[in-house]
């Protein structure tokens, strides 16, 4: 195997990496959530918060730009 396709990413690696941010974004969120019921804050409040998260704010970052990457390795296998 020639180091240009050990370099390449395949499109199922993309949505491996995008299933994984979007997993561990959820596991932020709900159990934000827990702590926030067993605290009585109001739901709200607390997405309202989760909202300026800063790792949040990086995993949709990251999913942005993972996505912009599927988009153009979808377009260019359909291209070939």
């Known amino acids: 195997m020639s180091d240009n396709q050990e370099a390449t990413v395949s499109l199922q690696q993309v949505e491996e ?25 109001p739901k709200k409040q607390v997405m309202a918060k989760l909202e300026q998260h800063p790792e949040i704010a990086k995993i949709d970052q990251a999913l942005k730009n993972v996505r912009s990457q599927q988009a153009a390795m979808a377009s260019s296998s359909t291209a070939e």
Do not use: T
């Open 17 to 41: 990496v995008i299933a994984g941010l979007e997993q561990y974004r959820e596991r932020i969120i709900n159990d934000s959530l827990e702590m926030a019921k067993k605290v009585k804050l």
